[in-house]
């Protein structure tokens, strides 16, 4: 079938995170063992009191439309969560409830971003920032970071990429793929540079919880002054381990938040009410399911770091935050070429380990490999790897 597709459509690709799982979902589906290193989401169960909220309200009968930018409790608890948490200070109008995060970021693109209008985002970057740009109809620029500072960008980096046409700069930190934080001392100065050329700082926040070291969990809008230009996206999936219950949230000045509220109206409505009586659970709640995931994973952090620093060939910058090791195998790629999506074909067919390569993420060289998976798996992945990188012709 030749189908004339929308060019809204014709400029964005699948997500090629989807793309890796489905990939090593058909190879366990053939009874292969895959160590899958592939997905951005924690192997924990959903916390018991947040699954009981969630059956109470459908006991209730809490099954029906709910106001679109969410119901007041939840409003209100985002608010107060994100003041305790993070020190920062909105009010439930300044709050929107969405589904998911990347919900939150695709509001707040669709009502900030039109034709010309440039869009500024550090690379390496989350798959998704540059095709939701794209659907508005806005150019992703690329701010590029790089392993020598740990991936962490710096203000002037941002400021000298700025134009007439930039309107917005998206930030995340902790990062995916790289886990690089931004100390709050330069997080504040990008802030300054946005707030002074009148552009919008979105940051996403979503894994804001998992940091290792000497990095806390920060928010920029911590800082005292008003927030003219800031709009901040959290999510409910990573923290709380709910996925899938789509939960997220963006805290932002009014005006944003209601054109934010026209988009979600024309589209999603509510998020289910379900999920938002079950976040309500999560945020009002406690919170000791995190530290208990933040140890686990700092245990498995610091096993592939120093796994993957035993192979030849291959280097990795420590991440200070999320659950991502992001390796440079570059020194493994045939004549430099760089396409560490063919090497992640061959590691995936020939020792079933499934990874995400770089390309993705505009870090060829790069392979992410997520440790939201058991230590017994890391172990296991680990074997192959260094198995696969010492056979001679691992490069395409
Ligand atoms: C950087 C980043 N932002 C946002 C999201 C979206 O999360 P969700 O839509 O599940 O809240 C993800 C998910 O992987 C992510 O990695």
């Known amino acids: 079938m030749t189908e004339r597709f929308a060019n809204r459509v014709n400029r964005i690709s699948v997500s090629p995170t989807m793309v890796v799982l489905a990939e090593a979902?058909?190879?366990?589906?053939?009874?292969?063992?895959?160590?899958?290193?592939?997905?951005?989401e924690p192997d924990f169960p959903t916390p018991a009191h947040i699954k009981e909220a969630a059956i109470e309200a459908l006991d209730r009968n809490r099954t029906k439309y709910t106001p679109t930018a969410g119901i007041a409790p939840l409003r209100e608890a985002v608010c107060r969560w994100h003041a305790q948490q993070l020190g920062s200070s909105y009010e439930p109008g300044e709050c929107i409830i969405c589904v998911g995060g990347k919900h939150a970021i695709y509001n707040a693109v669709m009502a900030l971003i039109q034709e010309g209008d440039e869009v500024l985002i550090p690379s390496p970057y989350w798959v998704s920032f540059p095709d939701i740009v794209k659907i508005a109809g806005g150019e992703p620029v690329f701010v590029p970071t790089d392993a020598s500072t740990g991936f962490e960008l710096r203000a002037e980096e941002l400021q000298?990429?700025?134009?007439?046409?930039?309107?917005?700069?998206?930030?995340?930190?902790?990062?995916?793929?790289?886990?690089?934080?931004?100390?709050?001392?330069?997080?504040?100065?990008?802030?300054?540079?946005?707030?002074?050329?009148?552009?919008w700082l979105l940051s996403d926040?979503?894994?804001?919880?998992?940091?290792?070291?000497?990095?806390?969990?920060?928010?920029?809008?911590?800082?005292?002054?008003?927030?003219?230009?800031?709009?901040?996206?959290?999510?409910?999936?990573?923290?709380?381990?709910?996925?899938?219950?789509?939960?997220?949230?963006?805290?932002?000045?009014?005006?944003?938040?209601?054109?934010?509220?026209?988009?979600?109206?024309?589209?999603?409505?509510?998020?289910?009410?379900?999920?938002?009586?079950?976040?309500?659970?999560?945020?009002?709640?406690?919170?000791?399911?995190?530290p208990v995931m933040l140890a686990e994973y700092a245990r498995r952090r610091a096993r592939i770091l120093a796994g993957l620093s035993a192979i030849p060939?291959?280097?990795?910058?420590?991440?200070?935050?999320?659950?991502?090791?992001?390796?440079?195998?570059?020194?493994?790629?045939v004549d430099g070429s760089g396409d560490s999506t063919a090497l992640a074909r061959h590691l995936l067919e020939r020792e079933q380990v499934a990874v995400v390569p770089g390309d993705a993420f505009g870090a060829p060289g790069y392979l992410r490999i997520s440790y939201a998976t058991s230590i017994d798996r890391i172990e296991e992945g680990l074997r192959r790897l260094e198995r696969f990188f010492a056979s001679a012709a691992v490069a395409p």
């Open 205 to 290: 926040e979503c894994y804001s919880h998992f940091t290792y070291g000497a990095a806390r969990p920060y928010s920029v809008a911590s800082i005292r002054e008003a927030k003219p230009r800031l709009i901040i996206v959290g999510s409910l999936s990573k923290t709380f381990s709910m996925t899938g219950w789509r939960l997220g949230f963006a805290l932002a000045p009014k005006p944003i938040i209601e054109a934010m509220l026209k988009v979600q109206s024309q589209c999603t409505s509510n998020p289910s009410s379900i999920s938002q009586y079950g976040a309500l659970a999560a945020l009002t709640g406690p919170m000791d399911s995190v």
């Open 25 to 40: 979902e058909k190879l366990r589906a053939r009874g292969l063992d895959v160590v899958d290193f592939g997905p951005g």
């Open 160 to 199: 000298e990429a700025i134009t007439s046409r930039t309107r917005m700069a998206i930030i995340n930190s902790p990062n995916n793929p790289t886990g690089a934080v931004i100390p709050p001392a330069e997080f504040e100065k990008i802030y300054e540079v946005c707030r002074k050329r009148g552009i």
């Open 313 to 333: 060939g291959v280097s990795c910058t420590e991440p200070s935050g999320a659950f991502y090791a992001f390796p440079d195998v570059s020194a493994h790629l």
